[in-house]
T-cell receptor, first 117, second 111 residues
Framework: DVKVTQSSRYLVKRTGEKVFLECVQD?????MFWYRQDPGLGLRLIYF?????MKEKGDIPEGYSVSREKKERFSLILESASTNQTSMYLC????WGTGNSYNSPLHFGNGTRLTVT | GEDVEQSLFLSVREGDSSVINCTYT??????LYWYKQEPGAGLQLLTY?????DMKQDQRLTVLLNKKDKHLSLRIADTQTGDSAIYFC???????????FGQGTTLQVKP
């Protein structure tokens, strides 16, 4: 079974802090994704990566950056955390594609709930 | 771009059927998906339907697709308390190929 591990379940940070959210997958998947989940808004894609050192913006990249130095690890960085970035952050991976094929679905981590005060 | 809409909340009694509905705007999606999120966990792929199908049944789950009305539904027969979760429909955006998720429907199952 694919395992996607997010390093923290809960984080509390102060406004202006630099925040790193880490994600590791163990199935040699090509693609990795960072989503943000907010009540009533569903999941929104922040950034994704098709390969090491490659990244593409999703629908809401403002205020975020990412790093993929190794295939198995995809980090989400909040350069200067703000209160409107308080949310649940979900990392996902897929063998290939964007999760748009049934034989390469998205596999999600359990999420990191970030609170910015 | 693609827009996917779901109602936010559904409450049923244990043993009843649950029907979760989803509407979408872009009809070019090849596959349409239902994901399930249990409390404290990430999303898991529950089932999917190919766009040239009207119905797909998988044990207690029935997926219905009405392409003309751009309407997708998930029926859970004999709903159990373990079915309590958030259910997301997801549809491919024909322009970008990315999955677009609905807002999620919280299913509450009362004993």
């Amino acid at each position: 079974d694919v395992k996607v591990t997010q390093s923290s379940r809960y984080l509390v940070k102060r406004t202006g802090e630099k925040v790193f959210l880490e994600c590791v997958q163990d199935m040699d998947h090509e693609n990795m994704f960072w989503y943000r989940q907010d009540p009533g808004l569903g999941l929104r894609l922040i950034y994704f990566s098709y390969d090491v050192k490659m990244k593409e913006k999703g629908d809401i990249p403002e205020g975020y950056s990412v790093s993929r130095e190794k295939k198995e690890r995809f980090s989400l960085i909040l350069e200067s955390a703000s209160t409107n970035q308080t949310s649940m952050y979900l990392c996902a991976s897929s063998l290939w594609g964007t999760g748009n094929s049934y034989n390469s679905p998205l596999h999600f981590g359990n999420g990191t709930r970030l609170t910015v005060t | 771009g693609e827009d996917v809409e779901q109602s936010l909340f559904l409450s049923v009694r244990e043993g009843d059927s649950s029907v979760i509905n989803c509407t979408y705007t872009d009809s070019s999606s090849t596959y349409l998906y239902w994901y399930k999120q249990e409390p404290g966990a990430g999303l898991q792929l529950l089932t999917y339907i190919f766009s040239n199908m009207d119905m797909k049944q998988d044990q207690r789950l029935t997926v219905l697709l009405n392409k003309k009305d751009k309407h997708l539904s998930l029926r859970i027969a004999d709903t159990q308390t373990g079915d309590s979760a958030i259910y997301f429909c997801a549809v491919e955006d024909g322009n970008t190929g990315k999955l677009i998720f609905g807002q999620g429907t919280t299913l509450q199952v009362k004993p």
